[in-house]
């Protein structure tokens, strides 16, 4: 069974993902691509596109509520490491259950993840 976060992207266009510079590139060359970034204050980054009132992070591909996938997963900051998906490790998770609201998708429910093995 698919991922559930693999047809939503619903938290990638809904809240300011902000980190600090030493996550991203040049200071972390394995880090969020320079390109990708903005400075919003001293020391602090945010991805392109999270940083504004129509909210979609610039390294999401695809349509939100059907598919999509981050293209620099495996360089991805650390706020997008620790938002967890509702009942993924058995607890609700308040910011994916607000992203899900905000873009017209059902919060997710223990039983979604029945039959998934794979985490993202
Ligand atoms: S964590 Fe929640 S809001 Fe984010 S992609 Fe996964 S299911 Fe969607
Ligand atoms: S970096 Fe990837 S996981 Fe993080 S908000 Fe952007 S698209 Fe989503």
Redesign the pocket.
Known sequence: MKH??LD?????AAFRVAFYWTEAQPENPLGVPAEMVATTRPNILAMLGTDGPDIRCVALKGKIGEQVYCSIYSQRPSPCHD????YENGEI?PQ?DR??EKHGLAP?TPDVWLGIVEKI
Do not use: E, N, T, Y
């Open positions: 559930p976060c939503c992207g619903a938290c990638c938002l967890k998906a509702s998770s994916c992203a899900r997710l």
